[in-house]
């Protein structure tokens, strides 16, 4: 997964801003973070604002699979 795709599908994510789209966006950051390494995985994380939109921030854990 390229940075742009993973910075695309964690915007569509935090679009919809629920309980399903935050582990969605969790599996995307472990994901692409496991690829690229966690600090470029952070950037995205960050610059869209997602602690304030699913609650997830920076350096984020694994999901945990309670949805």
Avoid: K, W, Y
């Avoid at 801003?17 to 496991?34: C, K, M």
């Avoid at 690829?35 to 854990?61: K, M, N, S, T, Y």
């Amino acid at each position: 997964m390229t940075p742009a795709e993973a910075r695309h599908l964690l915007e569509v994510q935090a679009g919809f801003g629920d309980g399903f789209n935050r582990h969605g966006a969790r599996l995307i950051a472990t994901e692409f973070g496991g690829e690229h390494g966690r600090a470029v995985a952070d950037r995205p994380i960050r610059d869209l604002g997602l602690d304030a939109a699913l609650g997830i921030g920076p350096g984020a854990p694994p999901p945990s699979g309670d949805a």
